[in-house]
């Protein structure tokens, strides 16, 4: 399943021409024909949140956000901060780690002021309206530079606890903070401000600092069905900075892993369903790991699959990944899934002393004809470790939109009544189908055939434990089997082509910079290992790209 469908989301919190509808406004619906063709598809079809061809964009631009008001808050302290200023950082903090960026800190050559000011100079620069525009930031967090202020103060106080400390981040634009709209790049949530969600908290409680959102397919890219991935009503069309109109972003994170990727932030956070991390940090030729379900909370983040759905670090290295992944974790009494994870922890730790101890790993026999693959294969046997050659179980994944269906039907509505702002009134997926049609040309471009999916679909209660328990019993079987019949650590794959079986079988998989295409296509390879095994996934991925270092930054942006 080489393209697998890839959900995430992000925010929105710019102040934004209002074009909600008189309440008498005519119904112009222009893609009523999707409701009345829809035939509810509860196989195993996933072409619906797939990989489409690339193609022409219907909207480019965002209609919502204004630029002059997103840096009205910034225009002064900006002012102060010349091309000189820019310049001279460039060389500290483009494409560094954390440590480094830390350790530059500590020796008196950078400030967390000047590390803010920095990244929203580029985010200035590059992501809007102009020839290199990205459209990957839909909000920024107006109170960012006063944040980092006092964080050169703490530090001078010997305040820092983390080593994320100070280091501004961005969010996919599902995840609530409460400085920013969360709009899941909806124009229904154009003001949906709420509180911060519990990984938010997290990272505010050791430090962080929230620049803003980052773009994302609308409604993770469970939405409508016939669109390219990027795309939200509220945001924009998210562009690949490694070819803007000929490269896909990915999705639904798309625009956590083109920011990432154009160093407009430390790091971002992402969400995944089914490969909705591991899409667009491959895409972009970043870090994205996507955690074991439960181990990272999902309380106050716009859903699609209860089941299915977690959150994860997208960053320009594993080091830098390990230490998000450390300042996120945490056990959640409000998320049924939750997991403790102590032993496991800090996730940053030792990674310096990583290397293979005959670690033995599967590759898939027919992706081997993928040069760079195997070509990373071989760096992985340099470095020690054992290659096992498999065959990819035939083994499908029955009903799996009809999971995500049910899960969100109910999910979202749980969303709403909890975590959203009360003053939406939005009860139901059908309300939001309601809203999209009053202003169809706008909220809705490439219409909304999968939100009329969920709302045609039902279950009883046991039908769909079953569906569940068939799903995440089949994915669990693609891997255990292999893994148990060679004694296998980890299984190697590219890109999100087996996301969708990591997903139900809610097993942690991590993606890192393998290389690119002779077209200049970034690819990943990716390690998929057992449940909980994400100390070992960052070590091993550590070990690898130490030894290949094949990221490059992308060349318009550097």
């Keep these: 399943m080489r393209y697998m469908l890839y959900f995430v989301i992000v925010m929105t919190a710019m102040s934004c021409k209002d074009t909600k509808p008189a309440d008498n406004a005519p119904i112009i619906d222009a893609s009523q024909t999707e409701v009345d063709n829809l035939q509810v598809d509860n196989s195993s079809d996933l072409s619906a949140i797939s990989t489409k061809t690339f193609r022409e964009f219907k909207v480019l631009d965002s209609k919502y956000i204004n630029i002059d008001e997103l840096w009205k808050p910034f225009n002064e302290e900006l002012d102060s901060f010349s091309e000189e200023d820019y310049s001279a950082l460039e060389r500290l903090i483009l494409e560094q780690n954390i ?17 803010t000011k920095f990244y929203l100079y580029r985010i200035r620069q590059f992501d809007r309206e102009n020839e290199l525009s990205l459209n990957a930031v839909i909000a920024l967090n107006a109170n960012v530079i006063i944040e980092a202020k006092q964080k050169d103060r703490d530090f001078n106080n010997n305040k820092t606890l983390h080593p994320i400390f100070g280091m501004p981040i961005l969010l996919k634009d599902n995840i609530n903070a409460k400085s920013m709209p969360t709009t899941a790049g909806a124009l229904a949530l154009k003001n949906n401000t709420t509180g911060d969600a519990f990984i938010v908290n997290q990272l505010k409680s050791k430090g962080a600092l929230i620049l803003g959102k980052a773009n994302l397919s609308e409604w993770a890219y469970f939405f409508c069905g016939d669109c390219p991935s990027g795309y939200s009503a509220i945001g924009g069309q998210t562009l690949n900075p490694y070819g803007r109109k000929t490269i896909d972003t990915g ?53 699609i699959s209860s089941t ?104 979202l509505v749980s969303y709403f009544e909890t975590y959203g702002n009360v003053e939406a009134k939005y009860k139901s997926i059908e309300d939001i189908i309601a809203f999209n049609k009053r202003d169809s040309l706008n909220a809705m471009p490439y219409g909304q055939q999968l939100f009329y999916g969920i709302s ?102 550097n």
């Design 99 to 115: 440590p480094t960026l830390q350790n530059h800190i500590r020796e008196g050559r950078l400030s967390y002021e000047a590390l």
């Design 251 to 303: 999705g639904s994170s798309s625009g956590s892993g083109v920011a990432v990727a154009a160093n407009f932030c430390v790091a971002a956070i992402g969400s995944e369903t089914a490969g909705s991390i591991l899409s667009p940090a491959s895409q972009n030729s970043v870090v994205g790991l996507k955690p074991t379900v439960g181990l990272v909370s999902r309380s106050g983040i716009i859903p």
């Design 308 to 411: 299915l759905d977690t959150a994860g670090p997208i960053t320009k290295n594993v080091t830098d990944n390990a230490i998000v992944l450390d300042a996120i974790y945490g056990k959640d009494v409000n998320d049924a899934k939750a997991i403790n994870n102590e032993l496991k922890r800090p996730y940053f730790k030792a990674l310096h002393d990583a290397g293979f101890n005959g670690e033995r790993f599967g590759v898939f026999e027919s992706l081997l004809e993928n040069k760079l693959y195997s070509d990373a294969v071989a760096i992985l046997k340099q470095k020690g470790a054992t290659i096992i050659e498999i065959k990819a179980l035939d083994i499908e994944l029955p009903e799996f939109i009809r999971l995500l269906n049910l899960d969100m039907k109910a999910d």
């Design 456 to 557: 045609k679909d039902s279950s009883s209660n046991s039908e769909f434990l079953t569906l569940k328990k068939t799903l995440k019993a089949n994915g669990k079987r693609f891997f255990d089997q292999p893994m148990n019949t060679h004694n296998l650590d980890a299984i190697l794959s590219i890109n999100n082509y087996h996301a969708a079986e990591a997903a139900v079988a809610e097993y942690p998989a991590i993606t890192v910079p393998m290389g690119y295409t002779e077209t200049g296509e970034p690819e990943g390879l990716t390690f998929v290992g057992m449940r909980l095994n994400e100390k070992q996934l960052l070590e091993w991925a550590y070990v690898y790209e130490q030894a290949s270092k094949m990221r490059n930054m992308p060349k318009n942006y």
